[in-house]
């Protein structure tokens, strides 16, 4: 069992044109499952690459478990990758596939069957042994992925978007099967997708990159609770967070030129030491939006667009010049075109800079459970709607 450890990695391409990972600090314990998220572009697969050798950074130091590695090629690293693309060898079978990699190595005879027969095992493939690769569905093709990537016992495990190519059920069911396997294996693993929802299922801790930068490394919930960017918050949730551009007059009031609300003390205090001047963003995630009597929530609206999702609904309503979303429980008798009056759960309320970083969350300001209610002012602005 090793850890790795990644010191002010950085790569660039063309003669430093492309900036693609600018100086990464990213520390993966021992048996650690660590997900790298972040759109398109934001130099995920570069990291993994660099950590596997295929890539050489122009600066930083990579370890695994204490022992400087950068300089490694790939065949002296202990790590194992799993490519989007499976890359099975076609004219080879399954078995020859998964033997390759130790084949190279000059394993004996014997250590080689029992290590792909104890891979094929785990990952329930043993009855595939003599087919070839275009003879496996998509699912089975990962499996066989997986299996070679396992048989030689690798230090680090890593993963660049292995799931990609499977339809939504099998993607759903192979990253159950992988996270059982990477408990199994005890290995540090580190796991490269695009999709936010992947990474808040599966990572112990996810790292969510955005230009070349990671923005927060974290588990799940405190990325998602406690996002400490306007970045962070918006690529992480599904649907995504509200945001509105507001004003703080730098007493009690927050106004998103829709409607305004009173902020506690420990919120304003918040408020004026971290804003550079009366601008911010306040973000409300969709299921802390919640239908009211007309009247008596924060505004009046109309549901635009009314999306059932099974036990939920998602709503869409224009509000100033934004489209806000809300998610509520589909049991609620409401239609496109209704009247509704909105509630906010005003605890889990961000607030953010405009240029990006956190300022605040009402909660952590509040001391958690603090009952606020009857500090709320609604101030609902009509022609706003
Ligand atoms: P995706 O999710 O689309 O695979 P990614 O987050 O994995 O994206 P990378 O593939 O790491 O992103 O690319 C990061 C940046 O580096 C991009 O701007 C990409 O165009 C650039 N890049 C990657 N490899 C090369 C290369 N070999 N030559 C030039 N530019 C490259």
């Excluded at 945001?243 to 106004?255: A, M, N, Q, Y």
């Excluded at 509000?319 to 809300?326: E, F, V, Y």
Aim: contains cysteine; aromatic residues 6%.
């Amino acid at each position: 069992m090793v850890d790795a450890n990644l010191d002010g990695l950085r790569k660039t391409f063309n003669n430093g044109n492309v900036v693609a990972v600018d100086s990464i600090d990213l520390h993966i314990e021992e048996g650690e499952f660590i997900v790298l998220v972040g759109p398109s572009g934001c130099g995920k697969s570069t990291t993994l690459r660099c950590i596997a050798g295929l890539e050489t950074p122009n600066d930083g130091k990579i370890e695994f478990g204490g022992h400087d590695v950068t300089e490694l090629p790939p065949k002296d690293r202990a790590v194992s990758m799993v490519f989007q693309n499976y890359a099975l060898y076609p004219s080879m079978t399954v078995y020859e596939n998964m033997e390759f990699g130790l084949k190279m190595r000059g394993a004996d005879r014997e250590t080689i069957d029992e290590r792909v027969r104890w891979a094929a095992g785990i990952m329930e493939i043993g009855d595939l042994l003599d087919r070839y690769p275009n003879q496996l569905s998509g699912g089975q093709q990962q499996r066989v992925a997986l299996g070679r990537a396992i048989v030689r016992e690798p230090a680090i495990f890593l993963l660049d978007e292995p799931l990609s190519n499977l339809d939504a059920k099998l993607r759903s069911v192979m990253r159950t099967e992988i996270q059982e396997l990477q408990r199994k294996l005890d290995v540090a693993t580190v796991f490269v997708t695009h999709d936010q929802e992947e990474a808040m299922t599966m990572g112990d801790r996810i790292a969510v990159m955005n230009a070349g930068r990671i923005e927060q490394v974290d588990p799940p919930e405190v990325i998602y609770h406690e996002p400490n960017s306007l970045f962070v918050a918006d690529f992480i949730g599904s649907p995504e967070i509200n945001f509105f551009e507001s004003t703080f007059d730098g007493s009690d009031t927050v106004d998103t030129g829709a409607f305004g609300f009173d902020v506690p003390s420990e919120v304003a205090t918040e408020l004026s030491s971290g804003l550079d001047g009366r601008d911010l963003v306040v973000g409300i995630r969709p299921e802390d939006i919640s239908l009211a009597p007309l009247g008596e929530g924060v505004i009046d609206t109309e549901i635009q667009v009314l999306e059932p999702m099974g036990d939920t609904q998602i709503l869409y309503f224009d509000i100033g010049d934004s489209r806000i979303r809300a998610v509520v429980p589909s049991a609620q008798p409401i239609g496109e075109n209704d009247k509704v009056g909105l509630s906010v759960n005003w605890e889990n309320v961000h607030f953010f800079r405009p240029d990006g970083p956190s300022v605040v969350k009402w909660r952590k300001a509040t001391d958690e459970g603090v009952n606020t209610d009857q500090e709320l002012r609604t101030d609902q602005r009509a022609g706003n709607q």
